[in-house]
């Protein structure tokens, strides 16, 4: 979740996400999931704009994004609510090592964005951050499905008016490490011809590799299905949805 592949750092473009990124089974999923939970303290690592940060929160309940973009850390600050969420500007070692926290989410696919050499770290970010008992849970795309193979030009082209002018769009992947790692360039031209290009570096990772570093770092109860409804993974199976109790 390194910011230097961030491909939100644009001010303009962060005040987009919410609208490409809406409130979903996703966000459900994970509010379900605190309430079942009676997390009466949430940390939410790579919170983003905190559209689900936000939503988390409830009487009695503490909730903490922590994110390394400021610009999408400006928009969750602007928002309705904004001040009943901690916001902290950071990677995964700005999360605080309390030992106290009951569940960390981490969404939108964002723990793709960490690199092999940083996740043992994260992970271990994570683990001091939550009670003995406490609960991580997270979402990747699975490499099985091969989602890059539909990102090309043709497939994600559009154009949309925006408070900051007309915009042009689409993505092109620029280099794929079969399986492992996938570079794509989100190309945004907005009026005057400007071509805004953010990279973007995401990690895939199988199933049995995501048990393997979660057991290294000292979670057990690993429980990972391959649809929100909770279906087994397959092949076919867009997402891994993660989750894992802190030893």
Request: proline share 6%; net charge negative.
């Amino acid at each position: 979740m390194s910011s230097q592949h961030d491909p939100y750092g644009d001010p303009e473009l962060a005040t987009l996400y919410d609208l490409d990124n809406p409130d979903g089974p996703d966000h459900a999923y994970y509010r379900a999931l605190a309430d079942a939970l009676n997390a009466r303290s949430i940390i939410d690592l790579g919170c983003g704009t905190g559209l689900l940060t936000r939503s988390l929160c409830a009487p009695g309940r503490t909730v903490v994004g922590v994110d390394p973009s400021p610009s999408m850390l400006a928009v969750a600050r602007s928002r309705r609510d904004a001040d009943r969420v901690h916001w902290i500007d950071g990677e995964a070692a700005a999360v605080p090592q309390t030992g106290d926290v009951d569940l960390v989410v981490c969404t939108g696919n964002a723990i793709q964005h960490i690199g092999p050499e940083e996740l043992p770290a994260t992970l271990q970010y994570v683990a001091g951050a939550l009670r003995t008992g406490g609960t991580f849970s997270f979402e990747s795309r699975n490499p099985a499905a091969r989602e890059w193979e539909q990102w090309t030009p043709g497939a994600t082209a559009g154009e949309r008016y925006t408070a900051f002018g007309h915009l042009r769009e689409w993505l092109e992947v620029t280099e794929v490490d079969e399986g492992r790692k996938v570079v794509f360039d989100a190309h945004n031209v907005v009026d005057g011809g400007q071509d805004r290009v953010y990279t973007s570096v995401l990690h895939f990772r199988t199933a049995d590799e995501f048990a393997r570093e979660l057991t290294s770092a000292g979670f057990t109860g690993i429980e990972i299905t391959g649809d929100w409804p909770g279906g087994p993974v397959a092949d076919g199976s867009r997402l891994l949805i993660v989750r894992a109790v802190r030893d």
